[in-house]
């Protein structure tokens, strides 16, 4: 079964059910012929509406999982059990290009006649990693390279710094009001994202993730203190960056910088082939090495 896509995981899509259902039935379907299980769709249902469990504030895009080299077949059934629930709408998004959506679903849509809809909504941004630190160094374009280990200097310079990876749940428990602060300080933006709510979905996914194996909180620490961290998701052989905060007061030195560039690092040294800065296009992605992956919106009109 190709269970790539982390968003689809069920730790990750029971937490958002229990946070974020807003009236949708769940919708959770599983197609087998006989006993070979063809794929699974994690969707949700609201009136004639079908789409994902997940929304795209927090769930940067999604996929069905379906079973290599049956992605035919498990859509054409799909498409049938839709029908006969009276399915009006398929709406699905955010989609990477290599989703099962996009390479498959639409063909079976476009045999049947049914109207179709995409269109390019955002971009994420991801690296694949090498096997050396100093071959990412040497991948970076020569003032990229020159910045990063000029301001890794600087730190050291400025004192004690130390990179910590928080991976056990107490441990991790114990980090969040402080990743929270560090989060909100960063930008006004950041400080509107996190309502209650949010802050809820956010302690209950890195408790649930982290009891899974699947998360690393990087904090690095200047004489002592915590000035920055990265909020990770460690799965698939890929490394997730899924939000980050650090201390303005710190601003000179690049820590919020610093603790990602540090990240990859530990990425490198443990072997993993990828590193995904996820949805957005801000200006470090590109400094650091990110390449663009366009992101897509699919409407379905059944008929």
């Given at each position: 079964?190709?269970?790539?896509?982390?968003?689809?995981?069920?730790?990750?899509?029971?937490?958002?059910?229990?946070?974020?259902?807003?009236?949708?039935?769940?919708?959770?379907?599983?197609?087998?012929?006989?006993?070979?299980?063809?794929?699974l769709?994690?969707?949700?249902?609201?009136?004639?509406?079908?789409?994902?469990?997940?929304?795209?504030?927090?769930?940067?895009?999604?996929?069905?999982?379906?079973?290599a080299?049956?992605?035919?077949?498990?859509?054409?059934?799909?498409?049938?059990?839709?029908?006969?629930?009276n399915?009006?709408?398929?709406?699905?998004?955010?989609?990477?290009?290599?989703?099962?959506?996009?390479?498959?679903?639409?063909?079976?849509?476009?045999?049947?006649?049914?109207?179709?809809?995409?269109?390019?909504?955002?971009?994420?941004?991801?690296?694949?990693?090498?096997?050396?630190?100093?071959?990412?160094?040497?991948?970076?374009?020569?003032?990229?390279?020159h910045?990063?280990?000029?301001?890794?200097?600087?730190?050291?310079?400025?004192?004690?710094?130390?990179?910590?990876?928080?991976?056990?749940?107490?441990?991790?428990?114990?980090?969040?009001?402080?990743?929270?602060?560090?989060?909100?300080?960063?930008?006004?933006?950041?400080?509107?994202?996190?309502?209650?709510?949010?802050r809820?979905?956010?302690?209950?996914?890195?408790?649930?993730?982290?009891?899974?194996?699947?998360?690393?909180?990087?904090?690095?620490?200047?004489?002592?203190?915590?000035?920055?961290?990265?909020?990770?998701?460690?799965?698939?052989?890929?490394?997730?960056?899924?939000?980050?905060?650090?201390?303005?007061?710190?601003?000179?030195?690049?820590?919020?910088?610093?603790?990602?560039?540090?990240?990859?690092?530990?990425?490198?040294?443990?072997?993993?082939?990828?590193?995904?800065?996820?949805?957005?296009?801000?200006?470090?992605?590109?400094?650091?090495?990110?390449?663009?992956?366009?992101l897509?919106?699919?409407?379905?009109?059944?008929?």
């Open positions: 079964m190709n269970w790539d896509c982390l968003f689809v995981l069920p730790e990750w899509l029971k937490v958002w059910w229990t946070e974020f259902n807003n009236g949708a039935k769940p919708h959770l379907i599983s197609i087998r012929k006989k006993e070979t299980l063809l794929g769709a994690p969707l949700q249902k609201k009136n004639n509406r079908v789409s994902f469990i997940g929304n795209t504030d927090v769930c940067d895009y999604l996929d069905f999982i379906v079973a080299g049956k992605e035919t077949e498990f859509f054409e059934i799909l498409f049938d059990y839709l029908v006969q629930e399915t009006k709408y398929l709406d699905l998004g955010l989609l990477r290009p290599d989703s099962t959506v996009l390479l498959n679903l639409l063909k079976v849509a476009q045999a049947q006649g049914c109207k179709i809809t995409t269109q390019s909504e955002d971009i994420a941004l991801e690296l694949g990693l090498p096997v050396t630190w100093d071959e990412y160094l040497g991948q970076l374009k020569g003032k990229q390279r910045e990063v280990k000029r301001k890794l200097r600087r730190l050291d310079e400025a004192g004690d710094a130390r990179l910590r990876v928080a991976i056990d749940t107490d441990d991790i428990r114990n980090q969040l009001p402080t990743f929270f602060e560090l989060f909100n300080l960063s930008s006004e933006e950041k400080a509107t994202f996190m309502t209650d709510q949010m809820s979905f956010f302690r209950e996914l890195t408790r649930t993730m982290a009891n899974a194996g699947l998360l690393r909180l990087y904090v690095l620490e200047l004489n002592a203190s915590p000035v920055a961290m990265s909020l990770c998701f460690d799965f698939n052989n890929t490394l997730y960056l899924y939000n980050s905060g650090f201390d303005p007061r710190y601003r000179a030195l690049s820590v919020g910088l610093l603790c990602k560039v540090l990240s990859i690092k530990d990425a490198i040294q443990r072997g993993r082939r990828k590193y995904d800065f996820l949805k957005g296009s801000e200006v470090y992605k590109y400094r650091l090495g990110g390449q663009e992956v366009p897509y919106s699919c409407r379905i009109e059944l008929t």
